[in-house]
């Protein structure tokens, strides 16, 4: 059974920093990309970055880009998630995702195409 549990969120002030962490246990972590994806009290849930298999390949939204960086240490199982620069609008629920991979350098947007998630863990960001 695939099993993903985020950790690492907590309350910090803008400007500040955050590392989470994606442990996943049941599968092979190299078979797998992975997503972070966040939701905000109101909103959709939505993609933050990915990484593919390997670890080759990676992709940021927008919103982020710069200030976090994904990585993945399949030794270890786990993925994570460096967020720098925290800014108010960062504030949500981050949860990871992990999909099948047959292509090392293939990552997924697409939430719908996940096949496990975790729990989520909440990062607040505020003064």
């Known amino acids: 059974q695939l099993q993903l549990v985020e950790s690492g969120g907590g309350l910090v002030q803008p400007g500040g920093s955050l590392r989470l962490s994606c442990a996943t246990s049941?599968?092979?972590?190299?078979?797998?990309?992975i997503g972070w994806f966040r939701q905000a009290p109101g909103k959709e849930r939505e993609g933050v970055s990915y990484i593919s298999s390997s670890g080759e390949s990676t992709n940021y939204a927008d919103s982020v880009k710069g200030r976090f960086t994904i990585s993945r240490d399949n030794g270890k199982n786990t993925v994570y998630l460096q967020m720098n620069g925290l800014k108010p609008e960062d504030t949500a629920i981050y949860y990871c995702?992990?999909?099948?991979?047959?292509?090392?350098?293939?990552?997924?947007?697409?939430?719908?195409?996940?096949?496990?998630w975790g729990q989520g863990t909440q990062v607040t960001v505020s003064s």
């Open positions: 049941g599968f092979t972590l190299g078979n797998y990309a």
């Open positions: 995702a992990a999909k099948r991979a047959y292509y090392r350098g293939s990552y997924f947007l697409n939430s719908r195409d996940y096949d496990a």
